[in-house]
């Protein structure tokens, strides 16, 4: 990666350019993680390995989908992080995905409760899997996978949304799409760059949703956003979330001692040093997102957030806990929002300083924190 583009990356943009060289990264890093655990694989986790190379050298095309797809990378993240307990349902999974997509004919033994195929779905679990025809078989029984209702990854669980009025959502996101593409074109370009998936999750109780999840770059996690603005503004978001996830696989940017936390003006809990990079980076990108509208709404959130996104890129620039890449990364973030003419009104500027200022004054509360 060029300097040039590092910065530009670290001032929220980058373009197409960048987002194609982070997918890239991405992909060489699942492939690597794959080598690195067949390596250490059982003897029946390697047969499936060597399916997955049979049905790859077969149909290469397909094959770099599959292994592009964002769970993939979940599931091959997961596996990498304990090798030892890896089973041969994670390459027989991938090898059934590819064999589907591509048409091919191809017979995998896996025994094991549950078997997962990237961008196919869940399938009960058996001994004998098939894929011919386009049909996928369990001990020779033709099998409808399933969509999961939940994704857990650690201590994170997500609810995944299995009612999904598919002509609302296209409905919705396609004026979400009008929108980037009218207002934010570099972040529309961008997005068609990075992200292959949408996963829909139930709508809370109040407001919406959204998810990125670090090892499944492309998929955006989200409830039906109620217009075309809220959906444009997720994705902007997530997006940022996205290409941090991807740059600090690349780039070590903080040094911060375990367990050391800090403020947030987004969130209720202190965050760790990386969590609050991750706040700040995403909320660059939404207070240039309102920057692009005169409204009094707009406004205020481009002030809210110009603000937030300035106090936390301070703490992290007086903390002591970047490195120096880190330091001039989130100097580069610095400059964007002190560079950008002031075009809000005091209205809407002092709206913004009393939610700022009630949001602190709330957080010291919670956590027993006395100013001064």
């Known amino acids: 990666m060029s300097w040039e583009l590092f910065r530009a990356l670290a001032r929220g943009g980058g373009g197409a350019e960048a987002v194609r060289l982070l997918s890239?990264?991405?992909?060489?890093?699942?492939?690597?993680?794959?080598?690195?655990?067949?390596?250490?694989?059982?003897?029946?986790?390697?047969?499936?390995?060597?399916?997955?190379?049979?049905?790859?050298?077969?149909?290469?095309?397909?094959?770099?989908?599959?292994?592009?797809?964002p769970m993939t990378g979940v599931v091959v993240s997961r596996?990498?992080?304990?090798?030892?307990?890896?089973?041969?349902?994670?390459?027989?999974?991938?090898?059934?995905?590819?064999g589907l997509r591509a048409g091919l004919d191809l017979t995998v033994e896996a025994p094991c409760e549950e078997l997962f195929l990237p961008g196919v779905g869940h399938v009960r679990g058996g001994t004998e899997y098939s894929v011919s025809g386009g049909l996928l078989r369990v001990?020779?029984?033709?099998?409808?996978?399933?969509?999961?209702?939940?994704?857990?990854?650690?201590?994170?669980?997500l609810e995944l949304d299995t009612d999904v009025d598919v002509p609302r959502w296209q409905d919705v996101m396609a004026a979400g799409w009008d929108e980037l593409v009218r207002h934010h074109p570099e972040v529309?370009?961008?997005?068609?760059?990075?992200?292959?998936v949408?996963?829909?999750?139930?709508?809370?109780?109040s407001g919406m949703a959204s998810a990125t999840l670090a090892d499944a770059f492309g998929c955006v996690h989200l409830s039906l956003p109620p217009d075309a603005r809220t959906a444009a503004l997720t994705l902007t978001h997530e997006l940022q979330h996205a290409?941090?996830?991807?740059?600090?696989?690349?780039?070590?940017?903080?040094?911060?001692?375990?367990?050391?936390?800090?403020?947030?003006?987004?969130?209720?809990?202190?965050?760790p040093l990386v969590g609050l990079l991750h706040g700040t980076y995403a909320h660059l990108g939404?207070?240039?997102?309102?920057?692009?509208?005169?409204?009094?709404?707009?406004?205020?959130?481009?002030?809210?957030?110009?603000?937030a996104s300035r106090r936390a890129a301070t703490t992290m620039l007086e903390s002591g806990r970047l490195t120096e890449l880190g330091t001039t990364f989130v100097t580069e973030i610095a400059g964007v929002l002190e560079g950008w003419d002031d075009r809000v009104s005091p209205a809407a500027r002092a709206a913004a300083e009393a939610a700022l200022t009630r949001h602190r004054a709330l957080?010291?509360?919670?956590?027993?924190v006395h100013p001064g």
């Open 286 to 307: 939404v207070a240039s997102f309102w920057r692009r509208y005169d409204d009094e709404h707009a406004q205020v959130e481009h002030a809210h957030w110009r603000t």
């Open 198 to 205: 949408l996963s829909p999750m139930p709508t809370p109780p």
């Open 139 to 157: 001990e020779g029984v033709p099998h409808r996978p399933r969509r999961p209702t939940r994704l857990a990854l650690g201590p994170l669980r």
């Open 243 to 271: 290409k941090l996830a991807v740059l600090l696989d690349l780039f070590e940017l903080t040094a911060a001692h375990p367990g050391e936390l800090f403020y947030a003006p987004w969130r209720d809990d202190p965050r």
């Open 363 to 368: 957080w010291e509360g919670a956590h027993h």
């Open 188 to 196: 529309a370009q961008e997005c068609a760059a990075a992200i292959t």
């Open 24 to 69: 890239s990264a991405r992909r060489s890093r699942t492939l690597m993680m794959i080598s690195l655990v067949a390596r250490r694989a059982a003897p029946d986790v390697v047969a499936a390995y060597q399916a997955l190379k049979e049905v790859s050298a077969a149909a290469p095309e397909t094959a770099d989908l599959v292994l592009a797809h």
């Open 79 to 98: 596996a990498c992080r304990a090798p030892g307990t890896v089973r041969p349902d994670l390459f027989a999974g991938l090898a059934l995905a590819v």
